[in-house]
């Protein structure tokens, strides 16, 4: 995974998310197709790979 200092592109989280992922997130209310929609989910995305990328640094220092 890369460093959070280096998110994915919009376009490569938008493409990663299934057809399947999008038609349930559709019947809940949020539609990727939609700019505004789409702005929030990235951010999730982001947010979420940022947090896994500290946790990760974080254990490589502790275990050394």
């Given amino acids: ?28 209310g949020l539609d990727l197709d939609d700019p505004a929609h789409a702005e929030v989910f990235v951010e999730g995305v982001r947010a979420a790979d940022g947090a896994i990328a500290n946790q990760e640094r974080w254990e490589r220092k502790r275990l050394g």
Avoid: F, G, N, Q
């Avoid at 376009?11 to 559709?26: E, K, N, Q, T």
């Fill in 1 to 28: 995974m890369r460093p959070a200092r280096y998110p994915r592109s919009v376009a490569a989280i938008l493409r990663s998310v299934p057809p399947h992922d999008r038609a349930l997130m559709r019947r809940l």
